[in-house]
């Protein structure tokens, strides 16, 4: 089993529709859990943390449900601009670091 | 603000070459990574310094050798490069283990 898995997609919704995106992951003991934003094979970019408690950012919601292990991301009323490939992040210890591992990404695409 | 520099941006070499890809950031972060990031694959960690004077190994070393020059640059070197190693490279870099990490635009490496 892969450490951070997410379905790969491509979610193709029409513009205003809303979407969800979950990440699990395997290590319970993880501490830290983030999305971010991939265009194009340019950087990823910081979408957001995920907090315990769940937290929000304008048509952003990200979810953290440990006892389940996974997390999630919900983006409501979709904008064409939010087509692009979204990566999850946990970071857990490993020989006393502690390492972010990637999920492999969900790809959004948002239609007129 | 420059936050995470690499270079080069692009670079074609041929089978049996070396060279050093540079990274530096100027935001006082303590931990660097390299990444390699193919088709299908997802981001895959290569090396990283958990802060200036230890480098540990990733998921996929092999091939790869770095140096934490400073507090600000982490090179990475192929000293033999091979077609397997045709990637995009991401450096990367974070203050502390709870905190996101903030990427360079990466190096497009093509070796043929």
């Known amino acids: 089993r892969k450490e951070v898995e997410q379905d790969p997609g491509p979610f193709n919704v029409p513009e205003g529709a809303t979407v969800a995106f979950n990440c699990t992951y395997s290590?319970?003991?993880?501490?830290?859990f983030f999305w971010y934003r991939q265009d194009c094979r340019k950087e990823p970019k910081l979408l957001m943390s995920v907090y315990s408690s769940g937290n929000e950012d304008g048509r952003f919601t990200a979810q953290l449900n440990r006892a389940s292990q996974y997390i999630s991301l919900l983006i409501r009323d979709s904008k064409l601009s939010d087509s692009a490939t979204y990566l999850c992040v946990v970071t857990a210890a490993s020989g006393g670091s502690y390492i972010p591992t990637f999920g492999r990404g969900t790809s959004l695409i948002v239609h007129p | 603000n420059a936050g995470v520099t690499q270079t080069p941006k692009f670079q074609v070499l041929k089978t049996g070459q070396s060279m050093t890809l540079q990274c530096a950031q100027d935001?006082?972060?303590?931990?660097m990574y390299w990444y390699r990031q193919d088709p299908g694959m997802g981001l895959r960690l290569i090396y990283y310094s958990a802060s200036e004077g230890t480098t540990d190994k990733g998921e996929v070393p092999n091939g790869y050798n770095v140096s934490r020059l400073n507090k600000r640059e982490f090179s990475l070197r192929l000293e033999s490069a091979a077609p397997s190693q045709t990637s995009v490279y991401f450096c990367a870099s974070r203050m502390a283990s709870g905190q996101p990490q903030h990427f360079g635009d990466g190096t497009r490496l093509s070796i043929l």
């Open positions: 290590n319970s003991a993880s501490q830290s």
């Open positions: 935001m006082n972060h303590n931990s």
